[in-house]
């Protein structure tokens, strides 16, 4: 089945500066990959997403890339503020017994250094 | 828009009680409706997927009988833990999707953490 690594498992940068946090998977149907941002006892916040027909896609200080080739996506968050200090979530969406599934990355705990 | 609403959002109760959390959807037609684990510091695990008007699909290893769903309306879904014991304690996290089969981007509800004395 589908298997999604994310790395690193923490990450800490100082304001101002860029964070980019890396995910593969294994399945090449995967055509959909979301990143979501979770603060402490919060739910998830879906922060920017991208599908398998698009390369790259660019939300104000966010970005997304997506190499199908190599199967990995990797979410860039530029000029980091206090306030982008979370725990991000990456995750592939996969076909499983016919249903469309999310299967999510460990996540990465993101800190910024005033 | 996309507003998925989860209550409670706290529980605290006692060895062998049984809790219903509930999952709506505020401004659109939930078709699919997913119910997540989450245990500190760790990622979320899909439990189970239900589908308006048919069976939940569990996820292996996920008792059915322990985690009984219902999603009776397009807005509504609910995850009944039944007889609940401290190793049941943990959050709990729904979404909702505009689509059948979860096509379209999931939405969160703000989860529900729930703690078994």
């Known amino acids: 089945g589908e298997n999604v690594e994310q790395h690193p498992s923490t990450l800490s940068v100082q304001e101002g500066d860029s964070a980019v946090i890396k995910c593969t998977y294994s399945d090449s149907a995967s055509n959909y990959f979301p990143w979501y941002k979770q603060e402490l006892g919060k739910r998830p916040q879906l922060i920017i997403d991208?599908?398998?027909?698009?390369g790259e896609k660019k939300d104000q200080r966010i970005a997304v890339t997506l190499n199908k080739t190599a199967k990995h996506f990797s979410l860039h968050i530029t000029e980091t503020q206090p306030e982008d200090s979370a725990v991000y979530f990456c995750a592939a969406r996969v076909l499983i017994q016919g249903a469309q599934k999310l299967v999510f990355g460990q996540g990465t705990r993101l800190t910024i250094n005033p | 828009g996309a507003v998925v609403s989860q209550h409670p959002s706290w529980v605290i109760c006692k060895s062998g009680t049984s809790v219903k959390i509930e999952c709506r959807s505020l401004d659109f037609q939930a078709t699919t409706m997913f119910w997540y684990r989450q245990f500190p510091k760790q990622s979320l695990m899909l439990m189970a997927t239900?589908?308006?008007?048919?069976?939940?699909?569990?996820e292996q290893g996920v008792e059915k009988d322990k985690f009984l769903i219902n999603h009776a309306s397009l807005t509504l879904s609910t995850l009944t833990v039944t007889s609940a014991h401290p190793e049941d304690s943990s959050f709990y996290i729904c979404?909702?999707?505009?689509?059948?089969?979860?096509?379209?981007?999931?939405?969160f509800g703000d989860g529900t953490r729930l703690s078994i004395l």
């Open positions: 991208i599908r398998s027909n698009v």
């Open positions: 979404s909702a999707s505009g689509s059948q089969g979860g096509n379209q981007p999931q939405h």
């Open positions: 239900s589908n308006e008007g048919s069976k939940a699909t569990y």
